[in-house]
């Protein structure tokens, strides 16, 4: 089955890790800005880490076979200090103009403070203006939470529900998010987050519908064959491979809109060539 993976942090990952992606049938990726560890002190790099993931990255996919896009935002951890946060988002548009930025995001709350809120309004409003798709960040504490304010908040924009997916849902806010209208993103990780068993379980009881699974893999404990281990483990577990399609391919597809047409039959070159 053809693997497309909508959101993963490639950025963290070795070469090795697009080697065993294109394997293991992963032909194309989305890679959402996120957190670099440690607060970032100036504009310029973000807007530098905005260049890498939209070009050096597109081009080391590309070497492994897998057609690398990316999703530009201030991420919700970095929020805090105001300036700097307003002069990001106020630099985000030559880069949300890159042929290879396909969303806005991640946006929404980390620890659901007045500041991340701020953010998360003003690139919301910016999505709606561009009539671009938006990844929201549901946080990791205070998970429901933040997901009825995330809800609430997309809600009160006016913006249209079909550019949105509430990612990182959990059994706890699963009727929430499908509730509002959104896609709803799921993560599964080795360690914290879902297993593809509770996945399996949480198609069983909500269905199948605006539903979008992703490994996510940043700086932790994580899989990038994530979703594999999904297919997998759902094919043994009953599912129609319809209803699996979907949740890997089908559904990326329909959310990041009929404009995004990634390159599904492209070969990894020699890599010999790039170990000179």
Same mark, same amino acid.
């Given at each position: 089955m053809t693997?497309?993976?909508?959101?993963?942090?490639?950025?963290?990952?070795?070469?090795?890790?697009?080697?065993?992606?294109?394997?293991?049938?992963?032909?194309?990726?989305?890679?959402?800005s996120f957190w670099m560890g440690c607060d970032?002190?100036? @504009?310029?790099?973000?807007? *530098?880490?905005?260049?890498?993931? /939209?070009?050096? &990255?597109?081009?080391? !996919?590309?070497?492994?076979?897998?057609?690398?896009?990316?999703?530009?935002?201030l991420n919700p951890?970095?929020?805090?200090?105001?300036?700097? @946060?307003?002069?990001?988002? *106020?630099?985000?548009?030559?880069? /949300?103009?890159? &042929?290879?930025?396909? !969303?806005?995001?991640?946006?929404?709350?980390n620890n659901i403070t007045p500041n991340e809120e701020s953010a998360f309004c003003r690139q919301l409003e910016i999505a709606k203006q561009r009539d671009m798709p938006v990844i929201v960040h549901l946080p990791h504490v205070n998970k429901l939470e933040g997901t009825k304010r995330s809800a609430d908040i997309v809600r009160e924009s006016g913006i249209n529900v079909d550019k949105i997916i509430l990612d990182h849902n959990t059994e706890e806010t699963m009727k929430v998010s499908k509730d509002s209208g959104c896609y709803c993103g799921m993560t599964v990780y080795p360690v914290s987050k879902l297993t593809p068993e509770r996945v399996s379980e949480i198609i069983k009881e909500f269905g199948s519908e605006r539903m979008i699974v992703n490994g996510?893999?940043?700086?932790?404990?994580?899989?990038?064959?994530?979703?594999?281990?999904?297919?997998?483990y759902m094919s043994k577990d009953g599912h129609d491979k319809s209803v699996?399609?979907?949740?890997?391919?089908?559904?990326?597809?329909?959310?990041?809109?009929?404009?995004?047409?990634?390159?599904?039959?492209?070969?990894?070159?020699?890599?010999?060539e790039f170990q000179r």
């Open positions: 693997i497309i993976e909508p959101h993963i942090h490639m950025y963290s990952r070795t070469t090795d890790d697009y080697q065993r992606m294109y394997e293991a049938g992963i032909r194309a990726c989305v890679e959402p970032r002190r100036y @504009a310029g790099t973000f807007f *530098d880490y905005f260049k890498l993931i /939209l070009e050096f &990255e597109t081009i080391r !996919a590309g070497r492994f076979g897998i057609d690398h896009y990316a999703t530009i935002a951890k970095e929020t805090e200090d105001t300036g700097l @946060a307003a002069e990001v988002i *106020d630099g985000l548009g030559e880069y /949300l103009d890159h &042929e290879r930025c396909v !969303a806005v995001g991640e946006i929404g709350f996510s893999a940043d700086w932790g404990v994580s899989d990038p064959l994530s979703l594999v281990k999904v297919v997998d699996i399609q979907g949740l890997v391919f089908d559904h990326a597809m329909a959310f990041y809109g009929p404009d995004w047409n990634p390159k599904l039959d492209i070969e990894p070159l020699d890599t010999r």
